[in-house]
């Protein structure tokens, strides 16, 4: 254990959740603001911790008590009290919990109890919605067979079905955090395979639009309920494509979206790190809130750090009474965010389906951008990730299980059906 810890002259930033994309991005960034930085990870084998900017990283798990304790432990040896920067939704309701345990040693950035656990959980957020006329596709909440079979009836197709969170049992089976669907028995079948690992699941209508129809807004309000940073960007690609998240991001000017937002954050008591992503029907023109983030810094912080705007050290200062930075406001320079190596996946996932050529892969990857793992000051993780996705593309083994996920993620009757015909889909099923 490091026993310097009282020689800073400044605060720490404690980045619990570092083996994120998340994480890794927000201790990079903080550490460029001469902020010392500790890191908590779940997994030491994890490609973000081998990140050499935390003067220390500490192991626990990130999505339980564990990491409470871990704090408990921490706390007495700081010199100052520290901010803490959670980076899973996991993480936030601990943290918001068990404030009681941790916040004589350190700055707790984050709305009341009460409404972190209401936006957190998507049944309650959706239903806050509805009764405050924010913009949200139909949704109903299936909570037994007997929802999930009368919502088949209700529905219109495509719609999306998904957790209303994601807990470490759901996280244990999948990484995918919702399914599209084309009809009632794939909707059936969908529910079946993936209720018992959830309490409840959500059927949503599905908002028509390509990947580049999603807009996010990531914003930081302060004590007082004003905003005092927003950041509006588009996404260009996601993986998995349709229901994934971005791995291709431009900075972007849209007046709804940025609206939108601050109406969300001011309708509660809102303190701390808020983030929204909206789907433009194509039909319609209409846009509707997907999900909300709140407490925890995205994947596209980064992003809005390279358009000259700072999110989270606009947070750290906040926290600690200082002056806030004069970057505050975004300026519209273009800025791009790539996540390159899932982009490539995503590139040729489309150019496969004839969708996307190289001529437009790379008038889209163009410009001014920064990447989610590549760091020439901090090269280790992303060497790490490299290493690791290798064999996946050279193993034959490998590539069947990326693919067998692939087409359960698009076709999820169809592993349904498979699992009483082929004989190896349980020892597919177990390596989500």
């Known amino acids: 254990m490091k026993t310097s810890y009282r020689d800073s002259q400044k605060p720490y930033a404690i980045i619990i959740g570092l083996e994120s994309i998340q994480g890794l991005q927000s201790a990079r960034i903080l550490v460029q603001r001469s902020v010392p930085v500790i890191g908590i990870a779940s997994n030491p084998r994890h490609y973000a911790s081998r990140t050499r900017v935390c003067d220390e990283i500490l192991f626990a798990n990130t999505s339980t008590e564990e990491f409470i304790q871990v704090l408990e432990m921490l706390g007495p040896k700081l010199s100052q009290k520290a901010v803490l920067f959670p980076c899973y939704d996991e993480s936030v309701l601990l943290i918001s919990r068990f404030r009681q345990r941790v916040e004589k040693w350190y700055h707790l950035v984050l709305p009341p109890p009460e409404i972190i656990e209401m936006l957190i959980d998507k049944i309650s957020f959706y239903t806050f919605a509805q009764e405050k006329g924010l913009p949200i596709p139909r949704s109903l909440f299936l909570y037994c067979r007997a929802d999930a079979e009368q919502a088949a009836t209700q529905l219109t197709y495509p719609c999306l079905l998904k957790p209303p969170s994601r807990p470490a049992t759901w996280v244990r089976h999948t990484k995918l955090k919702a399914f599209k669907v084309s009809n009632a028995g794939e909707f059936l079948a969908t529910y079946d395979h993936y209720q018992g690992w959830i309490n409840a699941l959500i059927a949503q209508e599905w908002i028509e639009g390509n990947d580049t129809n999603l807009y996010t807004c990531n914003c930081y309000f302060g004590a007082t309920g004003e905003p005092l940073v927003t950041f509006v960007s588009r996404k260009l690609r996601q993986w998995p494509p349709g229901t994934g998240q971005a791995c291709l991001s431009v900075e972007a000017r849209d007046a709804t979206v940025l609206r939108e937002t601050i109406r969300l954050y001011k309708s509660v ?31 596209r912080s980064a992003m809005t750090e390279a358009g000259g705007v700072e999110l989270l050290y606009t947070m750290y200062c906040d926290a600690l009474g200082w002056p806030l930075p004069a970057n505050r406001e975004q300026k519209y320079t273009g800025v791009k965010w790539i996540h390159v190596l899932r982009d490539i996946q995503s590139a040729l996932y489309y150019g496969c389906q004839g969708q996307l050529t190289f001529r437009q892969w790379w008038q889209s990857v163009r410009g001014r951008k920064t990447d989610a793992l590549f760091s020439w000051k901090d090269p280790g993780p992303f060497l790490a990730a490299l290493a690791k996705a290798i064999p996946t593309y050279l193993s034959r083994r490998e590539r069947r299980r990326e693919d067998y996920q692939i087409s359960r993620k698009f076709r999820p009757w169809r592993a349904v059906r498979d699992r009483h015909q ?9 390596m989500d």
């Open 269 to 299: 008591p809102y303190r701390g790190l808020g983030y929204l992503e909206m789907k433009r029907d194509e039909r319609t023109g209409r846009y509707f809130i997907i999900e909300a983030n709140i407490g925890r810094p995205t994947g």
């Open 422 to 430: 082929n004989p190896n889909h349980e020892r597919y099923l177990k």
